[in-house]
């Protein structure tokens, strides 16, 4: 094993201060990726962060290091043609909960399917905040929006449950007020090899302030008699909610991932390929049309 | 069309095995250097319905399917029921008399009847309802005077993988449908001049995948759908084996999304659909021309709208292509024209979509996407110039700005991964370093400036591109104007209106955007009778012209039935016309 050369959070500052509302969960976030691509020593010129739109989703913007602010519901999507040109770099994908649970959860399903080797960071805070308050797929019942003003109907998407059941290899979750917490788990999420989900509860202080909610609740179940092997384990604990709500690791597990099983990567990496067929490839093509 | 020529029709329901058969005579005539071209016209069915394969066998290079039936291969009554009258004069139709009747009163003068005991000839090989298929193969190349040799040799090769019972079982059948033929039937008297000379047959959608792979793409993302499944077939089989990542996405939101993360990371990237799954790309589209990423999109164009003719070709997704995404991008629009236009195509798309940094769309259709035809091996040059643009691979530039502000638009590009780069790619209006303006209160200036710098790429690309020239004499009666697969059909209808002592002349658009607008207009300002064909209901080309150059065509001959035009429709229209005209 190479020793890890650990990088000062200052490697990573972005060209650029976060608009954020003050208070905002997401500072939370962007402080626990930054310190944790640091403690894993990941150079900037290896790391893209992909996002797609929201308040979250300018977060690529804020850090140092490639990245790809990208269509909504679509960063999933985008992350995955990356790493699958390019599996060398780091490719963590962060966004909001509208953009990974709503408009773009098809990409979500399908990645976690396909085990591939992503970092997916979603700063769940139960609301559209960018278009300034309505339900989104994570908003509590009977809640009062914008959109839902006699209180939400629908019932809310259960991530970490929906992520066991479409077969992610590291399903965590983390909360923006426990930031030393929140690095470890994102940088045990970037080592894990597979497809990573780490759910973070990020309030938005605008138009849903769930701080006072979340504070006393939390705990980490890592630091419980919890199996984090054991997915029959994981699925109920996924439903833990009430007084209690447990954060962390609730399940991980080793699979090989969608590169490892492409035979295309015999060939090495894609971009790193010379390109074109020889006169002698294009014979034998030519031949099977014969 | 002065050579020899024979089209036969294969005519049975989806499950009946047409496809499969008329492959293997395609592959026959191909090997003795004979040209052939194929249409195979379909529905959206797995069995049943009704499937019409017509294969012209020519010992010239044909184009199209022509205007003839001469010999019909009837697979099932449905068949007789409904050819039966298009079989030319002279003409023959071969099918099992255990199964099917021929309706004397339909038959033209002097059709010739073969019919063939299948169930006798087949009976020992087994109960594959199949085998009727390779009986009446084997007796139609006794008919067609071509070697048995070629054709035992091929169904060798294509069972082997079977085991010698099925090789056997094939090889006597097809034996015993010859043998059959040779002490009942005269051969026919076509002393075809066959140079031996070895030919290659091979689908428009399979070449965009071999044009692919030359070009060095390295990523094909697809999601299935008419016509463009086949390119995802053919890629899937040979793309790996190169290093192509080939991925099957969720949807085509994913698959587009995909080739742009792809192409954003240095990887020659490709995706295909239909006009449905375009619908769903366009935000996407847009998405790399904003940011400033390579990808190529083939959209293989079956009617609309909505679910429309899965199986039937059009030409209606034109306005579609010019509006995918909201807002303004450089980008081109290529609509190939014939078979080989289809490789060629696709390894220039990519050298324009790397070097002016844009999307570059190709516009095919269910014809040339689908269509199967004879290609010479030498047309196939490998050693393909590959231009990846303005691309810093070494050192690390001072002062580095991605959307760096250039006299040409383009500014050059680093990959992810390159060391002191690092910048963001944004999908909002950005500042030279890719610093989102959107969240500003205003900054008109720099939108501008970013506009006009990603727009100014359009000149480039233009003058890439080769202005379109007139096929035909200069002076003519009429000059027909159309664009993408018609090429083949339209040359023909040239060279038949020239019988007839009418002088016409083709200008076959395939550069839609950008578009040689001065060029264009000074060909047809010349012409004494422009008509746009093709096969949509409103004519988009010349909407598209008329919206360029001001000038507007005198008529359209439009096709949107769902089978592409045959040559002798272009002949009577152009008569009618100029019938008209000259009162």
Redesign the interface.
Known sequence: MPTVVELPVSAYKG??DP?WCPGCGDFGVLRGLQRAAGKLGIQ???L???SG?GCSS?L??YI????????HG?AV??????????P??HVVVTGGDGDGYGIGI??F??AMRRNMDLTYIVMNNMTYGLTTGQASPTTPKTTATKSTPEGNIETPINPLALALVSGATFVGRGYSGEINHLTDLIAQAIEHKGFALVDVFSPCVTYMNMYQFFKPRVYNVNETEYDSSDWHKAMPKTYEWGEKIPLGVFYRTEAPTYHEL???????S??A???????E???V??K??? | MNGLEVTVGIGGAAGDGNAATGDTLA?VC??LGLHVFVYNSYQSIIRGGHVWLRMRIADEKVECHGDHLSLMMALNQDTLNQHTSEVNAHGGILYNSDKLQVAQDDLQPGVVLYPFPVKDLSEKFGRNPIMQNTVLLGGLLWLLDLDFDVLEGMLRETFRRKGDKVVDANVGVATAGYQYAVEHYAKRDYRWPLSGK?????AGN?LFG?GA????C??Y?AYPMSPASSILHWLAR??????????Q???E??VI?????????????MCATSGGGFALMT??VG?AGM?ETPVVVISAQRGGPSTGLPTKTEQADLHQLFGASHGEYPRAIIAPTHLLDCYYSVIEAFNIAEKYQCPVLIASDLLLSEHRET?D?EA?T???A?DRGELITDGTPADYKRYRITESGVSPRV??????????????EHDE?G??IS?EFTNPPMRKAMMEKRMRKVDGILRELPAPELYGSAEADVTLVSWGSTQGLLREAVALLAEEGITANLLQIKYLVPFHAAEVEAILQRSKCKIAVEHNFTGQLARHIRAETGIKMDEKILKYDGEPLEPHHIVERVKEVLHAYSR
């Open positions: 060209p650029v608009d900037p010129k290896d893209m962060v992909v739109i300018n690529p913007g140092h290091a490639y990245g790809f602010h990208g269509l679509r999507a985008l992350a995955t043609g990356m790493k699958l040109g390019n060398d770099l098809g990409h399903i399908h492409d035979s295309s990567y015999k060939h090495g894609p971009v390929q010379t390109l074109g067929l020889t006169a490839q294009g014979q093509l030519v099977s049309f014969m | 592959k191909a090997r070895r030919r290659m047959v091979a399979e071999l792979l030359a070009a060095g390295k990523l993302a040979y793309g790996p084996r190169h290093g192509m990542v080939v991925k996405a969720e949807d939101i994913a999304n995909m080739a742009v993360g792809a192409g954003h990371v240095g990887v020659r990237a935000e996407a998405l940011t290609a091996p196939f490998f050693d393909v590959i990959l992810p991964g390159h060391e002191g780069t690092a910048y963001v790619a944004p999908s909002d370093q610093i989102l969240d």
